[in-house]
């Protein structure tokens, strides 16, 4: 049978035989309504519960278009765990289903952004760097220090490794190490590059122009939309998975700040380079001046004196650009590249914030302890940005198990642009989920618990924390609204359990990587793992390793962010409810997605058990019960604690994990050619894993020994918008020390948490 003939139900059913699955109703309602829309060119939007095996349902219709028609389908997601997902576990075993059918194995690729790729031109000690002595290394020493053991191992992989993706390489190594082998697009020299041939990122998406399927994430789509660089090759579908989180991942890829570090470190870096480079110093120390008498919060209009420090800061900078021009057949030069690109991304957010765009919101972020002022701005909306970039000339396919709220499509839609006067035609299918919800998890409020306040989790909710993970035998994972109230809730549980001598361990997000923490989550029954926004979503641990989900708050904006306020005001000024159209959308989406956590099989059992009365008692209740899976809900504890001990007691063994695949340019390696791989870097003198830390509230970056209360800087921090270059200034350490180790601990230096 040949590609063209080849029909859907002959696809579908080859693959579903070929992964050793059955028939689902709602897989094949999908993969037919994904395979109508590509056909009729009409966008979708697909609600597919756990367990529907929506993946499946898109990427079979996606490689019969993309066979047929000789150019790839793209597949989008937001988290690095679907897209390993995909790669190394779906595709492979759908590809060698789909061979016979088709005639040929389709092929895919996975492609990502050259931060995530290593450098070949920086392995030779082609950028200069702060420690670029360190890329002269040879054999390992027994003396080098962790940081330099980290590059060693770096360069030993560059040997051998065949996609020189980052994630590829176990266990992982710092962000500081990472930074010696790698450039953003910005420092990228491109075409002029000595190393273009061997360029990694260029290779995999030279590669990718071939394959039928391409997977990358939502940023990089969007980077790729938004600022036509092309990085894409020419596609008519486009697939995106976890769509409930794609306005959030545009909104972020669009969102610039400005800081008077910033400005100085773009000075620095000119140096040399220009004889208006300590212009541009002079401009950051009176932007620093005039940011510093600013209120924190959202600036409705740019006061005079910040309009002419911006305008210093756009005009000096703009100066030194003439300056740091290459002059025509000049060789390749790295620091003038890395320098550029430092005072070209000064120059624009400055430029952006003068401009004074319509739906931009410009906001000041202050660490009132330390000083420090950062300058932010974010379109109010994507959605007309979304409309024009995303569905012009493509079919879009949005999916998630969350696309629905209230029993509507209507506020997801608006958000993207698919709503209102000119907006594209599109059709909206729920297919429902597999699982018998009722029967499989029971949802239990404690309603007799304080609403949560402002001061953290309270000793009544880490009680009734307690009693629930006891009763579990650990199996649990906790979703919490801050990263703060994580650590803590692990610290507190850590040492009641330790005094009676329970065998439970605590994980918490931060002290590995988040893969690895799953991993170690899903191999032991009694263990449990603590955790904020990277968790309530993409984490997939099946059988009796998770049988109940905590969830301490409902997980709404702050009150006081920004673009938040922005998008109520604007809703409340067109006769809406800002509150329910914004705050209470958002803490929907956030909440069905955590609860999602629980079940993800047929065969699963358990409880998610919400800390937050308020879930009973507030008057938006309603909307955000109807927005989860339709569980036995319940109040009644005793009930559930003894759940949860026939639930331990009756457990059955916990599932193989697997660990993570070997990657090819095109997708995962066959099983010769990862050994061949694993073979050829066997003689090799490699370092082994980075040490571990002498215990979870302490850890080592860059030869820096952390305490627990330099910690908690770093948490106040990245709650209060601090910039990078001024807490490292704060710390008196280098940028990535601080980094690395913001990076262990899961923090991003302003990005807001989540909760009152």
Known sequence: MSAVTASLD??????????????????????QAVDRAVETGEHLLVQAGTGTGKSLAYLVPAVRHAVKAGQPAVVATATLALQSQIVDRDLPRIADALAPVLGRRPTYA???????????????????????????????????????????????????????????????????????VSVSAHECLGSTCPAVAECFVERSREAAKDVDVIVTNHSFMAIDAFEGRQMLPEHDVLVVDEAHELVDRVTATITD???????????????????????????????????????????????????????????????????????????????????????????????????????????????????????????????????????????????????????????????????????????????????????????????????????????QALDELEALVRAAGGRTLGLFSSMRAAQNAAEELRARLKADGTDIEVL???????????????????????????LWQGVDVPGSSCQLVVIDRIPFPRPDDPLASARAEAVARMGGNGFMAVS?????????????????????????????????????????????????????????????????ETAAPVLPVAEPALRGLTGTLGAEAAAAVVAAAAPK?????????????????????????????????????????????????????????LEQLGLRLGEATLGF
């Not at 358990?606 to 319940?634: E, I, K």
Request: aromatic share 4%; glycine share 10%.
């Open 257 to 459: 700040e400005l800081s008077s570090g910033m400005v100085t470190a773009a000075g620095r870096r000119a140096g040399r380079l220009s004889d208006h480079a300590s212009d541009v110093e002079d401009a950051a120390v009176l932007l620093e001046d005039v940011v510093a008498g600013l209120d924190e919060g959202r600036l409705t209009g740019l006061p005079d004196a910040l309009v002419l420090a911006l305008e210093r800061v756009r005009d000096t900078t703009r100066r030194v650009q003439s300056d740091l021009k290459p002059q025509p057949g000049a060789e390749a030069d790295g620091a003038r590249q890395v320098a550029r690109a430092a005072v070209d991304e000064v120059n624009e957010n400055a430029a952006r914030i003068l401009e004074q765009r319509e739906l931009d919101v410009v906001w000041v972020g202050r660490d009132q302890r330390r000083g420090t002022t950062t300058l932010r701005v974010a379109p109010m909306s994507v959605a007309m940005l979304v409309r024009d970039r995303v569905f012009e000339d493509r079919t879009v396919v949005l999916t998630s198990a969350t696309l629905e709220l209230g029993g509507t499509f209507d506020a997801v839609a608006g958000t993207i642009g698919l709503r209102g006067d000119g907006a594209p035609s599109w059709q909206g299918l729920d297919v429902g989920s597999p699982f018998d919800y009722p029967r499989q998890a029971i949802a239990y409020v404690a309603k007799h618990l304080p609403p949560p306040g402002r001061d953290g989790t309270s000793g």
């Open 685 to 741: 003198p490699v370092a082994g894993p980075p040490p571990v830390a002498a215990s979870s509230r302490t850890a080592v970056t860059g030869g820096h020994a952390w305490t627990a209360e330099a910690d908690e800087e770093l948490r106040e921090a990245a709650d209060s918008g601090v910039d990078l270059d001024e807490l490292a200034e704060h710390l008196e350490l280098e940028p990535d020390v601080v980094a690395a180790r």
């Open 110 to 180: 996975l492609v990502k952004g050259r931060r995530n790729y290593l450098c070949a031109h920086k392995l030779e000690g082609g950028f200069p760097d702060e420690d670029e002595s360190l890329m002269s290394l040879g054999q390992v020493d027994a003396r080098l220090s962790r940081l330099e053991q980290e590059v060693v191992r770096l360069r030993e992989w560059a040997d051998v490794t065949q996609s020189g993706d980052r994630d590829e390489l176990v266990p992982g190594v710092s962000e500081r190490a990472w930074r010696q």
């Open 584 to 648: 209470a959308t958002h803490a929907a989406l956030r909440l069905a997605q955590g609860a999602g956590r629980l079940v993800r099989r047929g065969d699963d059992r358990g409880v998610v058990a919400f800390l937050d009365s308020r879930m009973m008692t507030a008057r938006y209740a309603g909307f955000l019960q109807r927005s989860l899976p339709p569980f036995w809900p319940t109040t009644d504890r005793e009930l559930v604690l003894s759940a949860l001990r026939r639930l331990d």
């Open 10 to 31: 002959d696809l579908l059913h080859a693959a579903v035989g070929g992964i050793g699955g059955a028939d689902r109703p709602g897989q094949t309602r999908m993969a």
């Open 508 to 534: 918490c997000q931060g002290e590995d990587q988040i893969s690895t923490l799953v991993r170690d989550f899903a191999r032991t029954a009694s263990t449990c793992l603590f955790g904020t926004l990277s």
